[in-house]
């Protein structure tokens, strides 16, 4: 499987209403892996060379699945493995719409934060923090980019508990979004 017969199964679909192919009802044969790896900063490579063309990356990305911990390209009659380094995703901009959070992926995913979409902390070994991270579907998650993070903590209502912890959170509707937390 090459990169160039892929996409011509897949269409050359540009447009840029985001209309999502209905991946978890195929399941077709996998047929290997195809040296595609999304890192985590969420470049898309192919053959160790960054894919430039964002439109390919914007429909690789709408037929990507997860199952388990491996994550897939499909089509209706193929479906080849890839490597992701954390996550799909990468949360680059953020709204306010009608007292909700919405969130933007680099590729023109919009999110809606809500218990359709939750966000949640995870913690990352290499800075000794927690990072939030955002369902954005079937299972595919996104990190939020460093600088959206910071504009979103600035936005924060911050609380103590009763324990002394300082917690940064926000609403987007009826949701609370925890962005963090400071044990004192």
Not at 31 to 46: A, F, N
Not at 81 to 106: M, S
Request: one cysteine or more; charged letters at 25%; a neutral charge.
């Amino acid at each position: 499987m090459d990169i160039n017969r892929l996409q011509k199964q897949l269409g050359s679909r540009t447009d840029k209403v985001r209309e999502l192919p209905p991946v978890e009802n195929w399941n077709p044969p996998f047929c290997g892996d195809i040296d595609i790896v999304i890192d985590r900063s969420g470049q898309w490579h192919y053959n160790q060379s960054p894919i430039s063309r964002a439109s390919l990356v914007n429909l690789f990305s709408s037929v990507l699945k997860k199952e388990g911990n491996d994550y897939f390209l499909v089509t209706p009659v193929e479906k080849v493995g890839i490597r992701v380094q954390d996550v799909p995703f990468i949360i680059a901009g953020w709204q306010w719409e009608d007292k909700k959070l919405v969130l933007n992926t680099l590729q023109d995913d919009r999110v809606v934060v809500g218990n359709n979409h939750p966000v949640e902390l995870r913690f990352s070994a290499s800075d000794n923090s927690a990072i939030p991270y955002v369902n954005v579907r079937r299972n595919l998650w996104a990190r939020l980019h460093q600088n959206v993070y910071y504009q979103l903590l600035s936005e924060a209502t911050e609380t103590k508990t009763r324990t002394g912890t300082l917690r940064f959170t926000l609403q987007s509707g009826d949701y609370t979004v925890l962005l963090g937390e400071v044990s004192s």
